[in-house]
T-cell receptor, first 116, second 114 residues
Framework: GAGVSQTPSNKVTEKGKYVELRCDPI?????LYWYRQSLGQGPEFLIY????????DSGLPNDRFFAVRPEGSVSTLKIQRTERGDSAMYLC??????????????FGEGSRLTVL | AQSVTQLGSHVSVSEGALVLLRCNYS??????LFWYVQYPNQGLQLLLK??????LVKGINGFEAEFKKSETSFHLTKPSAHMSDAAEYFC????????????FGTGTRLQVFP
């Protein structure tokens, strides 16, 4: 069966540009997470959705970052006015049950963003 | 707020030697704890998890971890390392409360020498 799919796998952009990263979760998974991973660091929580709504967006670093999941399936992470410091691997994960009840996250292979 | 600390960003062992990767957690309520592994050019995958049942948890590929509340630890072990175990290992915690936010440690890179 298909796993979590993230596109593009690699994105190079210029400072100040707008970027969208897409995540297609495992079918039927109600929870969807976005993480950011810089070189040599662990995944840093950004936001997670339960269905269509953002259940916790406390990890979004500032108002340039926004994420949506309009139909409760595919999600898009949007970054406005990109900065060089936004360069990182952006990870998406989905889950069929709550991590607070021991649910497992299934990760995609990530979208590597490079801001020149 | 919950957090995890992984001591040792790099661990090197010989093939066949014991693997020990350390994880200490901080949580105001009983935690749920996870170990994930990231092989080169692959996504993270779950190795094992502790969810308040047995304190000794067995996972895939011969790994296991023991939850020790008195030491606030959840160290990962494997009796005999294989070359294929070379990867990045991440400990993660959620506090089982109203949030499903999973917090990861900074990771430990395991190298296995022949």
């Amino acid at each position: 069966g298909a796993g979590v799919s993230q596109t593009p796998s690699n994105k190079v952009t210029e400072k100040g540009k707008y970027v969208e990263l897409r995540c297609d979760p495992i079918s039927g998974h109600t929870a969807l997470y976005w993480y950011r991973q810089s070189l040599g660091q662990g995944p840093e929580f950004l936001i997670y959705f339960q269905g269509t709504g953002a259940a916790d967006d406390s990890g979004l670093p500032n108002d340039r970052f926004f994420a949506v999941r309009p139909e409760g399936s595919v999600s898009t992470l949007k970054i406005q006015r990109t900065e060089r410091g936004d360069s990182a691997m952006y990870l998406c994960a989905s889950s069929a049950s709550r991590t607070s009840q021991g649910g497992e996250l299934f990760f995609g292979e990530g979208s590597r963003l490079t801001v020149l | 707020a919950q957090s995890v600390t992984q001591l040792g960003s790099h661990v090197s062992v010989s093939e066949g030697a014991l693997v020990l990767l350390r994880c200490n957690y901080s949580s105001s309520v009983p935690p749920y704890l996870f170990w994930y592994v990231q092989y080169p050019n692959q996504g993270l995958q779950l190795l094992l998890k502790y969810t308040s049942a047995a304190t000794l948890v067995k996972g895939i590929n011969g790994f296991e971890a023991e939850f020790k509340k008195s030491e606030t630890s959840f160290h990962l072990t494997k009796p005999s390392a294989h070359m294929s175990d070379a990867a990045e290992y991440f400990c993660a915690v959620t506090n089982g409360g109203n949030t499903d936010k999973l917090i990861f440690g900074t990771g430990t890179r395991l190298q296995v020498f022949p």
